[in-house]
């Protein structure tokens, strides 16, 4: 399973960024795909997931972040509002076979996309 992000940059406080994951066909059907993101010196965290069809996001990130699928194009996208300091990281998108219980274990994907930088300026 080969995963595809992009999409990251350089933005200020306050703005908005959205990330794309390209993702193979029927790879929704059958597995969890996610986004998490890793700063720099710390572990990666869990952002959000499409599960079944059910969207799942960290308290982070709700109500600032969306994740939306495109099945036409075969696309997991996180549009990133109201981005503070704190989210710079580079995101990753991953895809496995995760239960509900292990959603935000970075262990229970087994597939990763390159990962993209998101730095937000102050």
């Known amino acids: 399973v080969q995963l595809q992000a992009s999409g990251g940059g350089l933005v200020q406080v306050g703005g908005s960024l959205r990330l794309s994951c390209r993702v193979p066909?029927?790879?929704?059907?059958?597995?969890?795909v996610g986004w998490f993101r890793q700063a720099p010196g710390k572990e990666r965290e869990f952002v959000g997931a499409?599960?079944?069809?059910?969207?799942y996001y960290d308290d982070s990130v709700m109500g600032r972040f969306t994740i939306s699928r495109d099945n036409a194009k075969n696309t997991l996208n996180l549009q990133m509002n109201s981005l503070m300091p704190e989210d710079t990281a580079v995101y990753y998108c991953?895809?496995?076979?995760?239960?509900?219980?292990?959603?935000?274990?970075?262990?229970?994907?087994?597939?990763w996309g390159q990962g993209t930088q998101v730095t937000v300026s102050s």
């Open positions: 499409v599960k079944n069809g059910r969207i």
């Open positions: 991953g895809a496995g076979r995760a239960i509900l219980s292990s959603l935000r274990d970075p262990g229970s994907y087994g597939y």
């Open positions: 066909e029927r790879t929704f059907s059958t597995m969890t």
